[in-house]
């Protein structure tokens, strides 16, 4: 079974609004990432959060981690066309990574 | 940097046959793992490799396999292969897999059919 759960599975919101994205694990982490996956291609590394940081920002991106509640959140703000794609988050447990389902996005413009 | 290349991009078998899939991680980058990803189970964790040895294994039957080489280059090997291993096979690569801020960093798959 999947670590990393996530919600919602899809999402459809227009450019300029924020998407956000809720990812759910299991067992302890030394980190929690996030990844964006165009159409079938390979993954793409967006940002990375260790077990003892709480929030961090990367451009229009901004993540969240409760390791009281094993849960973590994307947000990504202003969007774009060009954000959709579908966004894994992958609980990191020294070297081991699960991945959560997946949150399809989808930016109209 | 030339990232993590696969090869092939694309393999249509038949069941009962065989299958190897390769891997090339970015140079310097000691740790190799690999993914299924399909649109029933998504994206699950098959084994990891590191420094020749498997450090990690998920939880697949024997009939997937895989080595790594002294270049780090990996290989991985599906035998007696069945309708449902039609899937994308992930590749990822990282420095050393157990730093705690490693990133993977992903080729673009062999999307592999079975018939």
């Known amino acids: 079974s999947q670590q990393g759960e996530e919600d919602p599975q899809a999402l459809s919101i227009q450019e300029g609004e924020n998407a956000t994205m809720n990812c759910s694990y299991k067992?302890?982490?030394?980190?929690l990432q996030w990844y964006r996956q165009n159409s079938g291609r390979g993954l793409v590394h967006l940002i990375l959060?260790?077990?003892?940081?709480r929030e961090k920002h990367s451009g229009r991106l901004r993540v969240t981690l409760d390791t009281s509640k094993k849960s973590s959140s994307l947000l990504i703000t202003a969007s774009r066309a060009a954000d959709t794609a579908s966004y894994f988050c992958a609980a990191d447990s020294w070297g081991k990574f699960q991945f959560g389902a997946g949150t399809q996005v989808v930016v109209t413009p | 940097k030339a990232g993590v290349t696969q090869t092939p991009r694309y393999l249509i078998k038949t069941r009962g046959q065989q299958v190897t899939l390769s891997c090339s991680p970015i140079?310097?980058?000691?740790?190799v793992s690999w993914y299924q990803q399909t649109p029933g189970q998504g994206l699950q964790f098959l084994f990891e490799?590191?420094?020749?040895?498997?450090?990690n294994k998920g939880n697949f039957p024997g009939r997937f396999s895989g080595r790594q080489f002294s270049n780090s280059r990996s290989e991985m090997n599906v035998s007696t292969l069945e309708l449902g291993d039609s899937a994308l096979y992930l590749c990822?690569?990282?420095?050393?897999?157990?730093?705690?801020?490693?990133?993977?960093?992903f080729g673009p798959g062999t999307r592999l059919t079975v018939l």
């Open positions: 959060i260790r077990s003892n940081e």
């Open positions: 490799y590191f420094s020749e040895t498997q450090r």
């Open positions: 990822a690569s990282s420095m050393s897999g157990t730093s705690g801020t490693d990133t993977q960093y």
């Open positions: 140079s310097g980058h000691r740790s």
């Open positions: 067992t302890s982490i030394n980190n």
